[in-house]
C-alpha cells in the first residue's frame, strides 16, 4: 500500500513538473520590464498613434517604452546621442546627415509610410501658380522640405519657403492665409477641408504621384542593434503586429485614438474620415514598407533637391536585419 501511495504521488509529481514546463511564461511583473525611451521627432498625430500603439504592445515582449516628443528630427536624434533616449524617430535624411557628421545611426523600421499632401486654395489650379507665393515645410531636415522643393523642381515653380515646424501650424497658417500653401499630412489635410469646405484642394498627393518614398524612420546606433537583436526584432513586431490590426480593424483605432488626441471622440465623423484617408493610402504597412528600393528612391530624392551630394549606400544608413526576421517569423499580409 506504502509502495503503491510513493508510486502515485511519484506520478503525480512527474505530471506537475511536465504541465509547468508546458505552461506559458508569466506575464513580466512591472520591475522585471525594462525601460526603453523613444524619442518622436513631432507632437502626436494620427500618423504616430500606431506607433505609440506598438509601444504599448511592447510590454508583451518584456519592455516599458516610454515615448519622449521632441520638435524635429535634429533634436530627436540629440536625445539619443545624448543618452536621454535609447532610440528614435525622424526623417531618413537627418539620420543620413548625422552619420556624414561622424555618428552610426541606422534605420531599421518605418513609422509610417509617405502621408503628405501639397495643398492649396481652389484658386491656385496648377502647382506652376505657386511661383512668388509663400509655400511652408517643417524644417530644413524634413521630409517635408524634400517634398515641398521636389514639387517646385518637377512643376516649375520658385516660391518664397518658409519653415512652420508642425502640420496643425501649417494648417492654420494656410486658412488664416498667412501663407499660399503648404505639405502637410492627411490628417491635416482633412481638417483644413472641413474647416473650410470647398476652399482648399489637393494640388500633389505624394503617396500617389511618388509612390516608393519612405516616411520616419526607427533609428539606433548601429552597435546597439547588433548587440541587442532581441529588442529591435521585438520592436518591429510590436510595430508590424499593430499595423496589421489598423488595417484590418479601423475600430480599433477609432477606439484607441482620444487616448492619445484627446477631444478626437467628439468628432467621431472626422476621425473615422481621417483613419480611412491613412488605410487607404496604405500609410502602416504591415510588411513594414521598408526596402532597399524603397530606400534608393528616398536618397535620390534628397540628392536631387539638394540635401544630398551624393547617393549614400544603404549599408551605411539602414539595416533590414530586424524586419527580414520579424517576417520570416509573422509571415508576409
Known sequence: M???LQLVLCLGLILLMALQACAPAPAPTEEE?????VAYDSSVDIG???SLLALEKMRDFGYEAVPKFYPDSVTAIQAVLAGDCDLGMGDPVAVILANQAGQSFRIFALEEGNQFALIAPVGITDPAQLEGKKVAYHSPASMTRGLAYLAAETYGFEPEWLVMEGSEVRAEALLSGQ??????DYENVVNVQLQAPGEYHVLVSFAEDFPGLMGNGLFAHAEDLEANPELYDAMV???????RRVNTEPDYLFDEAPKF???AEQEPDRLREMIQYYIDFNVWDGNGGFSAKAAEDTVNLYVE???LEEAVPF???ADSGPIDRVLAKIGRV
Do not use: H, N, S
Open 2 to 4: 506504502r509502495r503503491q
Open 33 to 37: 520590464l525594462k525601460v526603453i525611451r
Open 48 to 50: 504616430k498613434i500606431p
Open 179 to 184: 501663407i499660399d500653401a503648404t505639405v502637410i
Open 237 to 243: 513586431e510590436a510595430l508590424l503586429l499593430t499595423f
Open 261 to 263: 488626441l484627446p477631444g
Open 305 to 307: 533637391v539638394g540635401d
Open 315 to 317: 549599408a551605411e544608413w
